[in-house]
């Protein structure tokens, strides 16, 4: 295989990146156990939350990060569970992609980033392009073919804003070739709303601590919010910067908006930044997309302003590309998943090894028949897991539901019965610990596109 000429930098999401304190890891997988991650790092909470006023900088708290998650990792209250990044590393390896061994060995031209998703997008844009710009040289510095070669980035969630940031105010639009994101908020998520408002989850108890002052401490967090109307007020929706939010600093609540629209119009001054940007969004999937307030608390709405639009359970289809992008644009390349599945996702690698290579590749059958899957993030143990099942289109297909722990163990399995309306299944017993649940079709010729989610029983 012909070595690509491009250098390839793979940038996570929040939570996606390993973190360091005093040459401990704070936040990491520990024998697989996404449970005992949690506890580790709430054992170092007081320390990993975030002065008031951080603003765009650095809090010289010795938190380094050190590479990127390879398993499934959650945090309750922050986010949405993702699966790791091994499966997306190992495409890009398999198209002649490799990283260096170290500074003394042979430049390499993929290069995983890993940063502390705590802080600001903006800070870890800075700092982003002390990491990339000497890494192009280097490769660079071989000659021949390589002698000209450029940045492309491949982003999930959240790493896609650092690029945007990186791009457009740190000037990487010199260098860059292509800016491929799955599952970035490019405006924003009602989800942050419901977190950074209402706290952490109530059941969250045995970590002995309280997350909500560490989640309403982070400037990753206020950034992203929604920067679209989303909040119901006297029958129409409002912006998060035109109604006040209980508990939350309105100055951190602006920045948040603001930095959305920095972007925006950047973005839309250079119209070579969309020729270049290929947004890959989940779709299908029951997604918050508008909120109203009750009592002091959020209440998350599934559709805008009477229709539901859907989105990756995560990320709404309506923020999940440019403002200058319709929802119905040829641009956007639609995978129907979740978005902590989506960096996994046979069909979403397919579309990126398509954009990397520019050369035809087998992507899932136009007929295929796409799920929709609803089920919580977290459930408290004795809880019953509810998984509800419809096809998107009201067509009855035989699904199975599979449940496998974190060793990759199935520990259920069930077939409901197809129905126009869509099943509700229920898994009773699940032990203390983290889940994937997988729904695919039935037999090698289903035309059914498998979805995958995850869930974290605590107890």
């Known amino acids: ?69 390879p398993d499934l990792h959650v945090l309750p209250g922050v986010w949405t569970p993702v699966k790791g990044y091994d ?10 992609y490799h990283e260096s061994a170290g500074t003394d060995a042979p430049p390499g031209n993929l290069l995983p980033v890993a940063y502390d998703w705590r802080l600001s997008n903006r800070y870890n844009s800075r700092r982003l ?73 109530k059941g969250v108890g045995p970590l002995g601590v309280d997350l909500t002052d560490l989640i309403r401490s982070l400037p990753s967090m206020y950034q992203l919010l929604p920067e679209y109307a989303c909040i119901e007020r006297d029958g129409d929706l409002v912006e998060t910067v035109e109604t006040g939010l209980p508990e939350l ?18 973005e839309l001054a250079r119209p070579d930044s969309l020729a270049r940007t ?34 990756d359970a995560t990320v709404p289809l309506v923020a999940a590309c440019r403002a200058d992008v319709p929802m119905d644009s040829p641009l956007l390349r639609r995978i129907p998943d979740r978005h902590g599945s989506l960096q996994r996702n046979r069909a979403a690698l397919d579309e990126v090894e398509g954009i990397l290579t520019a050369r035809p590749i087998v992507v899932r059958a136009p007929t295929a028949v796409d799920l929709r899957v609803d089920l919580r993030d977290l459930i408290i143990a004795g809880e019953d897991l509810e998984v509800r099942v419809a096809t998107a289109d009201g067509s009855r297909h035989a699904v199975r539901i599979t ?49 995958g989610g995850d869930v974290l029983v605590w107890g």
């Open 403 to 451: 449940v496998t722990d974190e060793s990759g163990r199935m520990v259920d399995a069930r077939m409901p019965r197809p129905a126009t309306a869509g099943t509700v299944t229920t898994i009773p017993g699940l032990a203390p610990g983290a889940y994937t649940v997988d729904v695919a079709g039935v037999g090698p010729g289903s035309p059914v596109s498998p979805v």
């Open 87 to 96: 499966k997306l590393l190992a495409r890009l390896r398999s198209l002649g």
């Open 129 to 201: 392009a002390g990491i990339v710009g000497p890494a192009l040289e280097r490769w660079r510095a071989q000659g021949g073919r390589y002698a000209d070669a450029r940045v492309t980035f491949v982003c999930h969630s959240m790493g896609g804003l650092v690029a945007r940031w990186y791009i457009e105010h740190c000037d990487g639009h010199e260098i860059t070739n292509k800016l491929i994101t799955l599952g970035t908020p490019y405006r924003g998520a009602a989800k942050a709303l419901d977190q950074l408002v209402n706290g952490a989850h």
């Open 1 to 69: 295989m012909t070595t690509p000429t491009d250098l390839v930098v793979v940038l996570p999401g929040i939570l996606g990146s390993t973190l360091k304190l005093d040459d401990r890891l704070v936040w990491a997988p520990s024998a697989g156990s996404a449970l005992r991650a949690i506890k580790t790092f709430g054992g170092s909470i007081k320390r990993l939350q975030l002065p008031d006023g951080i603003g765009d900088e650095h809090p010289d708290d010795d938190v380094q990060p050190v590479g990127l998650m």
């Open 249 to 266: 600093d309105d100055r951190r609540v602006a920045d948040g908006a603001h930095l959305h629209r920095q972007l925006a119009d950047a």
């Open 278 to 311: 290929h947004a890959i969004v989940g779709i299908r999937q029951p997604t918050s997309t508008t909120a109203r307030l009750n009592g002091g608390k959020i209440e998350l709405v599934d559709d805008y302003r009477g229709d539901d639009l859907f989105g």
